[in-house]
């Protein structure tokens, strides 16, 4: 069993920056991935990007160049560092980690979830 837990949300005026953080504990060695996804109001939950236990990393197009996912795997703990923020980033933040392979970018895709934490961009 995998517990994924989330910190670092909190609010931000357009065009700042924000760090999240994310530790999984419990059986981490089979882990191949984590990822992020976030859900705006009254959307969907959606595919952020995700980092394997390479350091590879892939990301959703409205993102590329303003966030960048790293690792830090001695502390188990994957980090999102959002620049530029906009207002339509607005959401909570989903951690979530995986032991399949492929591409990843779909919410069935991760067994292992985090609570969530509130990001809000003001204009």
């Known amino acids: 069993q995998v517990q994924v837990v989330e910190s670092g949300g909190g609010l931000v005026q357009a065009g700042g920056s924000l760090r999240l953080s994310c530790a999984a504990s419990?059986?981490?060695?089979?882990?191949?991935?984590m990822g992020w996804f976030r859900q705006p109001p009254g959307k969907e939950r959606e595919f952020v990007g995700r980092?394997?236990?390479?350091?590879?990393?892939d990301y959703e197009d409205s993102v590329k160049g303003r966030f960048t996912i790293s690792r830090d795997s001695a502390k188990n703990t994957v980090y999102l560092q959002m620049n530029s923020l906009r207002p339509e980033d607005t959401a909570v933040y989903y951690c979530?980690?995986?032991?399949?392979?492929?591409?990843?970018?779909?919410?069935?895709?991760?067994?292992?979830w985090g609570q969530g934490t509130q990001v809000t961009v003001s204009s």
């Open positions: 979530a980690a995986t032991t399949r392979l492929g591409w990843l970018r779909r919410i069935s895709d991760y067994a292992y």
């Open positions: 980092i394997s236990r390479h350091g590879n990393t």
């Open positions: 419990g059986d981490t060695v089979s882990l191949t991935t």
